[in-house]
């Protein structure tokens, strides 16, 4: 069944014959106006920590006196921060997660004539990086654990298969020891999009230290989170390191000399700076993370889909970017949700797959994602939240699950 979008939906002067096409579901959770006022919020990205605010608000004002404002020293240090963290040689600091998956591709000659494996499951940012360096996406079936399924990565391999795209999905690192293990029988290449994965871990390395290249995204909503848009190329190889270094730029180096055409996506200075200091709460962020999903995986685990529990907060398979259960009622739970003040996300309620942008394309069968996103609901998570509010959260899908959920 479908429906129109109403008048004020956004961009349906233009678009309003490819959102009307859409199913009813997604096309009334697009319109689902944000919660005004919540009880528990889905995220909290404010800055409450007056010590913090003021350590942060005072690398602004040295910069400023400084004048270095692009690319200098702060810039240099956050690299190679983020390098050592994730056992990668080189990090080049870019300005979006997207632009970081882009260039990662580019650096590798990755293009027209090409195919590039992702799960089908992911924010669309990764698809759209594949296809506007000139390459085709080609949609793989994912896991329970809403990643890349590897045996199906591998029925998709085609002679024009030049690389593996995994995904570590609500911050869960894929099964990279298997994804290694394929694309060495086969020769290809593996991009790590770890956009939400910063600090994920497991005995053999972090997320974005396993592959040829990783992207990721540090943005406000990451674990590691910048001040804006910003995000980070990961390389082990010098030249392509260095390639990636002039694309960044213009295609550039030294500043003047053009090498090869490409845009500027440099990363801002401002936030390599104020990055530098907020730095030091990514390992209480992580541990805190973890805790709040110990709790709810406690609490949830016979009434709804839950991923799997970390075994200690020493456990970084999963840093928890999101908490997505998942449950054959979504609508109705979400609005019972909303309705007690949870703030709530379907994140995201389309397949890459299923975008308008990509309907085109062939597509191989992907029963377990299209099963899944239409159950997925991601629960507040975020370190400023306390127990209470994760028991009461925890508490209202208990009561949708006694009261709803057994009179639908
Ligand atoms: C899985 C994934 N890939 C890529 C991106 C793109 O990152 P950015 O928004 O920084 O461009 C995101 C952003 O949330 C993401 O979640």
Request: with cysteine; aromatic share 6%; net charge neutral.
């Amino acid at each position: 069944m479908t429906v129109s979008p109403k008048s004020n939906a956004p961009g349906t002067a233009l678009y309003g014959t490819i959102l009307g096409g859409l199913p009813k579901d997604v096309v009334v959770d697009l319109l689902q106006p944000p919660l005004p006022d919540p009880k528990v919020r889905y995220r909290d990205l404010s800055i409450q920590a007056p010590e913090l605010r003021a350590r942060l608000l005072n690398v602004v004002d040295e910069l400023l006196r400084d004048g270095r404002l692009l690319m200098g020293p702060a810039v240099e240090q956050l690299e190679e921060l983020i390098a050592n963290y994730c056992g990668a040689r080189c990090c080049v600091g870019v300005s979006s997660g997207t632009n970081a998956i882009y260039l990662a591709l580019r650096a590798f000659d990755i293009g027209p004539g090409d195919e590039v494996i992702v799960p089908a499951m992911s924010w669309i940012a990764t698809a759209n990086a594949v296809v506007v360096a000139g390459a085709t996406p080609v949609f793989v079936d994912v896991g329970d654990d809403l990643n890349i399924d590897v045996s199906d990565a591998e029925a998709a391999i085609t002679p024009k298969t030049r690389a593996i795209l995994p995904v570590h999905y609500t911050g869960r690192l894929c099964d990279m020891r298997s994804i290694g293990a394929l694309a060495g029988r086969h020769g290809l290449l593996v991009i790590e999009d770890a956009a939400q994965a910063f600090g994920a871990a497991d005995e053999s390395g972090r997320a974005g230290g396993f592959g040829d290249a990783a992207a990721f995204s540090l943005n406000p909503m990451k674990v590691f989170p910048g001040f804006g848009e910003v995000g980070a190329v990961l390389v082990n190889d010098p030249k392509i390191c260095e390639r990636l270094r002039a694309l960044r730029y213009l295609g550039t180096v030294n500043k003047e000399i053009c090498v090869e055409p490409s845009l500027n996506h440099k990363i801002d200075t401002i936030q390599a700076a104020m990055m530098l200091v907020s730095y030091d709460g990514v390992e209480p962020t992580l541990v805190r993370r973890l805790e709040i999903a110990s709790r709810y995986c406690r609490r949830l685990k016979d009434l709804v889909g839950c991923p799997e529990a970390p075994r200690s907060v020493a456990d970084r398979r999963s840093v928890f970017f999101d908490y997505t259960i998942t449950t054959p009622r979504r609508t109705e739970m979400r609005r019972f949700l909303e309705a007690r003040g949870i703030e709530v996300k379907i994140r995201h309620p389309l397949l890459m797959s299923q975008q308008p942008a990509y309907r085109h394309l062939n597509h191989r069968p992907l029963p377990n994602a299209e099963y899944l996103v239409k159950r997925i609901l991601s629960l507040p998570i975020h370190e400023k939240l306390d127990d209470g509010q994760i028991d009461y959260v925890s508490e209202q899908v208990a009561n949708f699950n006694s009261t709803v959920a057994s009179s639908l």
